[in-house]
């Protein structure tokens, strides 16, 4: 089932090159062309919600995150307790980077390692070194203060804007906060924290998580044996929005979670070697808490159209017990346990049983065939005692087993095996289904209402 909840703007985009003008077609160009690029790079970056960090890499006033997309690069600063400003990184007089990476602005002061020119953390200018050697007709306060973007929080993350003219956050994230705040993933907190590089343009590394019918054949170990029996709609509830978002979500009317062992009908034994394959291949979403609580049903006596209702008992006693919270288990709240959510450009969320996985894919520097992309492992912890600063685990090549899981190599190996492809002489288009697959055509129609712009 794909329902369009409302269309794209009405915007004409007949100007832009490469265009969508056909839902079920993507016209090669716009994964490597390099006009293409420099298009979005001029239309879309500067001028679009994207999140920069998460909340809690800036716990303390004056900590601070680089944010960096394409060529262009924002410092995203706790200004007080419940604060946060960003600014576009460039000193007023040289456009030097004032800061790399992250850290804390000590003092309250923003420095510029060049000559030294310092602001507060609000931005505004608090030494000149120098400035007697000036015109004073060029040292306007007003005209000194770091460029601020916009910002806005939502989900545990802070996205930033640099367009000062772009509407609010949550207005340009509607209808997502309605549909995923109930799941509490404002307040999860950071399990594990990766990053990769690929070659590949930012779009296709996204587009790989934006469909679930690849798994029968991408990541065979967890159709638990269905093969090609394996229903290519188990994901079979597909909305696009109109700001770009898409979501995909169990469906209520096939067996697919009989096949795979996740209904009420399903044994135990088999459910938790769903779960088991699932952990062990991504580690999240299902978490090693969820496979102890799975696993303690094993031998309980209870009629096996029970298990599903047992389990979500069984699950929301062990978080009970652990002072942890989960949302409220209303049937409209758990049916989206499972669901992926995209959010327009480059960013997803991936909920389940208190957990989630999220991904974040950026231009890599330059080059409209490279990216780097970002993986969350999420969590909800006891109140009170959360964890503090998020520790970036580093980046490492995609064949490194010893670091990346085996499903997220199964899918770097389709990402880079596909950008290759692109150039194959007679190849012309990507084609898209529009069953399993509008939210790609979705997103890349609401991309050209920006590059129209």
């Known amino acids: 089932m794909t329902q369009l909840l409302e269309p794209v703007q009405n915007v004409d985009t007949s100007k832009v090159p490469f265009a969508i003008t056909d ?26 919600w994207q999140m920069a960090c998460r909340l809690e890499e800036i716990p303390g006033v004056g900590d601070f995150v680089e944010y960096w997309v394409a060529n262009y690069s924002v410092l ?14 460039a000193c007023r007089h040289r456009a030097t980077q004032l800061a790399l990476g992250c850290g804390t602005f000590r003092g309250g002061q923003i420095v510029c390692p060049f000559h030294g020119w310092r602001w507060d953390l609000n931005g505004t200018p608090s030494g000149l070194y120098g400035k007697d050697g000036f015109d004073e007709r060029v040292l306007d306060p ?27 956050l949550l207005e340009a994230m509607k209808p997502l906060p309605e549909m995923l705040d109930s799941l509490l993933i404002g307040d ?25 019918w690849h798994v029968m054949r991408t990541h065979p170990q967890l159709t638990m044996g269905a093969g090609e029996d394996f229903p290519s709609d188990f994901l079979s509830i597909q909305n696009s929005y109109k700001n770009g978002h898409a979501s995909l979500e169990q469906g209520h009317d096939n067996d697919v979670q009989a096949d795979l062992g996740l209904s009420g009908k ?14 062990e291949g991504l580690k999240a979403q299902v978490l090693a808490k969820d496979i102890q609580v799975i696993e303690g049903l094993r031998n309980m006596d209870f009629s096996p159209d029970e298990f599903s209702a047992k389990m979500t008992e069984a699950l929301y006693a062990w978080n009970s017990g652990a002072g942890i919270k989960l949302p409220d288990p209303d049937p409209e709240t ?24 999220s991904y974040r894919v950026r231009p890599d520097s330059n080059d409209p065939e490279h990216c780097y992309f970002e993986f969350w492992s999420l969590t909800l912890y006891p109140e009170g005692q959360e964890p503090g600063k998020p520790t970036f685990d580093g980046e490492r090549p ?12 199964q899918d770097f190996s389709n990402i880079e095996s596909q950008q290759r492809g692109l150039h194959t002489p007679g190849y012309r288009a990507t084609r898209l289904a529009r069953k399993y697959e509008d939210g790609i055509a979705n997103m890349h129609a609401h991309l050209d209402t920006y590059l129209a712009r």
């Open 334 to 357: 758990l049916g989206r346990w499972g669901s992926q959510w995209f959010v327009f450009p480059n960013f997803m969320f991936h909920p389940i049983f208190g957990n989630a996985i």
């Open 188 to 212: 999860m907190r950071v399990d594990w924290w990766k990053g990769v590089r690929l070659n590949s343009n930012w779009k296709m590394a996204m587009e790989a998580f934006m469909e679930g």
């Open 23 to 48: 839902r079920a077609f993507v016209p090669r160009e716009r994964y490597y062309d390099r006009d293409f690029f420099e298009l979005e790079k001029e239309k879309l970056w500067p001028r679009v």
């Open 142 to 168: 007003e005209d000194l203060k770091l460029i601020e973007c916009q910002v806005g929080t939502w989900a545990g993350c802070v996205f930033i804007n640099m367009d000062p003219h772009a509407p609010p």
């Open 266 to 279: 399903a044994e135990a034994d088999k459910t938790l070697a769903f779960m088991r394959t699932l952990y």
């Open 398 to 409: 995609i064949d490194d087993t010893s670091f990346w899981p085996q499903i997220p190599r």
């Open 76 to 89: 995203v600063v706790r200004t007080g307790e419940n604060e946060i400003k960003a600014y576009q990184n």
